[in-house]
């Protein structure tokens, strides 16, 4: 049966701005208060997801969630009428308000941890939602992405959902941005990958200086239970707590697999060489592909600004090559594009490199892996998927006259204290749970 990688999109949301939220991500932080342009990101993420669909891959659509974000700061002791609320929030916090304002899951590499069917024990494919309870602002994504999970994978013979890890720091968990999968193809049985970044309930013999590992040890054992995962087909593995300082927040800053090919950084992992040899013992007699860069080729600062690791390793159809589908900003960097000219002469499964405009998202630390969910399917789960959500040219057109009738060109720091900007934003949102035929799904529409 054929078996394919379908790749979920985040759609940018009609509040994209730049909070200056995620300590330890440099994009987020250089970039903080600065003026951001939530039409252009938009428009961006989408040309992406075209990109894609026309190189012949399977391309989904994740919806942006109800922001700003009412019931939390309802939570955090605002009151009143809605505008009311936005007012006060905007005095007395204005980084509560930015935090519920955020786009932030348009990121959807950390939405959830997904394992393809052919690994788990019920021969299920399971999602769990990622608690990202490291960021406040992120912290408050995963009920809704759980519901929207449910809803385009809605069939219990083929799916099963789980919720987030319970809170607190201990089961720190950000989803597939810190897992890997090796297979032979998408539909054999595979070896899972989990990265963290540090262990909550054990001392660390190496731990970070200056900014948060996010991804505990504990929350990635857990999702392996969840999943029912065969032991001898899983594989622990510590980031470099020094790659963590250096900016890189999640793995997919310095990493990036596919099938047999493993991409990354010299300095990705604690313990590199441990690492590879368990993958390929784990992995059996067909040889998997390490392609390392050094640090001599790409510095880890130009590795982090670039965002050479953080870009979409895919397997045409009808090709055995594969193509590195990265942001622009690899082709402006001098030492990472020569270093890419010099990647496809050499003797490696990847042939091919090309660059997307995600520059929107990139000044938020979000390149085009951040941006893509990916869920292996075989061809009867693909067709078990709510089809809706699957980028056609009719969806892709409507999306773009959505996003051209109710997205501002410009957001600054001060427009988010104007209840007007939230009125245009709940009002986009409902047309748009209209496109997909989604009901009363966010909490205004139920209220
Ligand atoms: O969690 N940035 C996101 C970027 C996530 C990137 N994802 C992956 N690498 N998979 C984060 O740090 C910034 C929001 C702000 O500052 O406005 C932010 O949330």
């Known amino acids: ?19 200056g939220l995620s300590f330890g991500n440099i994009a987020s932080a250089s970039n903080a208060l600065k003026l951001s342009e939530p039409q252009r990101a938009a428009r961006q993420g989408l040309e992406k997801m075209r990109y894609l669909r026309e190189l012949g891959l399977q391309q989904g659509v994740l919806l942006p969630q109800q922001r700003p974000h009412l019931p939390t700061l ?18 007395q916090a204005p980084e509560l308000l930015a935090s519920c304002y955020s786009a932030s899951c348009m990121w959807t590499a950390n939405a959830a941890t997904v394992s ?7 021969g299920r494919v399971h999602f769990t939602a990622a608690n990202l309870n490291s960021m406040f602002h992120r912290s408050i994504e995963h009920q809704t992405t759980g519901r929207l999970l449910q809803a385009i994978f809605n069939d219990r013979q083929y799916f099963d959902h789980h919720q987030a890890l319970p809170g607190g720091s201990h089961f720190g968990d950000e989803g597939a941005a810190n897992h890997n999968r090796f297979a032979p193809d998408y539909g054999a049985a595979g070896v899972e990958l989990f990265v963290f970044g540090r262990y909550a309930f054990r001392e660390n013999s190496a731990a970070t200086a200056h900014f948060p590992a996010r991804q505990s ?14 032991a001898a087909k899983v594989v622990f593995a510590q980031q470099n707590p020094g790659i963590i300082d250096a900016g890189a927040f999640h793995n997919d800053v ?14 990705a992992f604690l313990d590199k060489a441990q690492l590879q040899q368990q993958l390929q013992r784990q992995y059996g007699d067909e040889k998997l592909h390490f392609i390392e860069v050094k640090t001599s080729q790409v510095p880890l600062a130009d590795a982090v600004t670039s965002y050479l690791f953080n870009s979409q390793l895919v397997r045409l159809p009808g090709e055995d090559a594969m193509t590195l589908i990265l942001p622009v900003e690899s082709r402006e960097n001098e030492k990472v594009y020569r270093y890419l000219r010099q990647l496809q002469q050499q003797d490696t499964p990847i042939k091919r490199v090309e660059f997307v405009d995600v520059r929107q998202s990139m000044k938020n630390g979000g390149g085009p892996a951040c941006l893509r969910l ?10 078990a998927v709510n089809p809706r959500f699957m980028l056609t040219d009719t969806l892709f057109a409507d999306l773009n006259q ?29 047309e748009l749970t209209a496109l997909f035929n989604l009901g009363s799904f966010y909490e205004f529409q139920r209220s």
């Open 217 to 230: 040890y504990e929350a990635s054992r857990a999702v392996s239970r969840l999943h029912r995962l065969q």
């Open 374 to 383: 990916r869920v292996a399917l075989t061809e009867a789960e693909l067709n």
């Open 116 to 122: 393809p069917s052919a690994d788990t024990g019920d």
């Open 74 to 91: 309802r939570k955090l002791g605002f009151g009143g009428s809605d505008s009311a609320i936005i007012e006060k929030a905007a005095k």
């Open 1 to 19: 049966m054929n078996s394919y990688e379908v790749n979920f999109d985040g759609l940018i949301g009609p509040t994209h701005n730049y909070g």
């Open 402 to 430: 959505w996003i051209d009738r109710h997205y501002r060109d410009r957001i600054s720091p001060a427009d988010l204290a104007d209840p007007v900007l939230m009125e245009e934003s709940l009002r986009a949102l409902d």
């Open 254 to 267: 310095v990493s990036v697999s596919n099938l047999n090919t493993f991409f990354m950084h010299e300095e």
